[in-house]
């Protein structure tokens, strides 16, 4: 379906008082070579006491060349949120177009 028409589905709809927002998936990175990434986590009353995922397969499929072939979403942006879990040739190749362009950059740890 066309994202376009997604929007205009979209554009007023709440779900359970909040409004539900379009997200574009058009530039994403799709793979049937490996599943979803599986997180478990420990909790108390005190909240979360331990979290772990599984995610390296998954990042380890986002290449420089992604990187390269969506380099204008990077220029075209205001700022760039990189998760500090992606290997480190693509943190790099991001930055690269980040500086690049004059695009602010953060990284997200956790």
Request: proline residues 3%.
């Amino acid at each position: 379906m066309n994202p376009k028409f997604h929007r205009k589905i979209f554009e007023n709809v709440e779900l359970n008082g909040y409004k539900i927002i379009f997200k574009d998936f058009s530039h994403s990175l799709f793979t049937k070579e490996c599943s979803t990434a599986t997180s478990v986590s420990i909790e108390s009353k005190k909240g979360l006491q331990q979290g772990f995922i599984n995610v390296e397969v998954l990042l380890n499929k986002i290449d420089c060349k992604f990187i390269d072939d969506n380099a204008n979403l990077i220029k075209l942006a205001d700022y760039v949120v990189i998760d500090a879990n992606f290997p480190p040739r693509v943190i790099e190749r991001v930055l690269y177009w980040a500086n690049r362009s004059e695009t602010k950059s953060w990284y997200l740890f956790d």
